[in-house]
């Protein structure tokens, strides 16, 4: 599925494509509550990061999540980059070196209407804000951390892998 995608202000617009384009998974950890701001939680999708193309590209400006080790306490940079528009904050996708095959768009900053997903993951609901309210359907799965199942897992056992290439 072709995703597209821009920013609030409208200065940074951007496409690719996405075999796993169902909002399923919703984020609860701290780096996405505070960077994205959204319920407590934000919500990635999967795309192929060879097919990005960016018009704005000079408003956006890249973050690395500073990570505190719960052993030792010493904080160091995230690898992953979290880019967003300069112009107005919009949290737009992250990026990860590990994984330099995939990219992961926001769900709130793409502007193509996405499936609804029948299930919901609710993942790293041990850093959960004590304020936000978890409103589960009634096959939703919860992690304390991170599920086993990858995004595209998920699309596979629920039949939902895109075929419109």
Same mark, same amino acid.
Request: with cysteine; proline share 8%; net charge negative.
């Given at each position: 599925?072709?995703?597209?995608g ?20 919703l ?5 996405c ?16 990061? %060879? *097919? ?5 590209? /000079? ?5 690395? =999540?500073?990570?505190?080790?719960? #052993? !030792? ?17 919009s ?5 990860a070196?590990?994984w ?10 793409? %502007? *193509? ?5 029948? /299930? ?5 609901? =041990?850093?959960?804000?004590?304020? #936000? !309210? ?13 599920p ?14 895109d075929?419109?290439?």
């Amino acid at each position: 599925m072709l995703l597209e995608g821009s920013c609030q202000c409208g200065a940074v617009r951007f496409s690719l494509r996405s075999a796993h384009p169902y909002p399923f998974n919703l984020c609860y950890c701290s780096i996405c509550r505070k960077t994205a701001g959204g319920g407590g939680y934000a919500i990635n999708l999967s795309g192929e990061s %060879d *097919t990005l193309d960016v018009k704005g590209r /000079e408003h956006i400006t890249v973050y690395h =999540a500073r990570l505190r080790d719960p #052993v !030792t306490g010493e904080v160091k940079e995230s690898t992953g980059e979290r880019s967003f528009c300069s112009v107005c904050g919009s949290m737009l996708w992250v990026w990860a070196p590990e994984w330099p095959e995939l990219i992961h768009p926001f769900a709130s900053a793409i %502007d *193509t209407p996405l499936p609804v997903p029948p /299930e919901r993951t609710h993942l790293m609901l =041990a850093s959960k804000a004590p304020w #936000v !309210t978890v409103r589960p359907d009634p096959r939703d799965k919860f992690f304390d951390g991170y599920p086993d199942e990858s995004i595209a897992a998920w699309h596979q056992r629920l039949g939902l892998e895109d075929s419109d290439d």
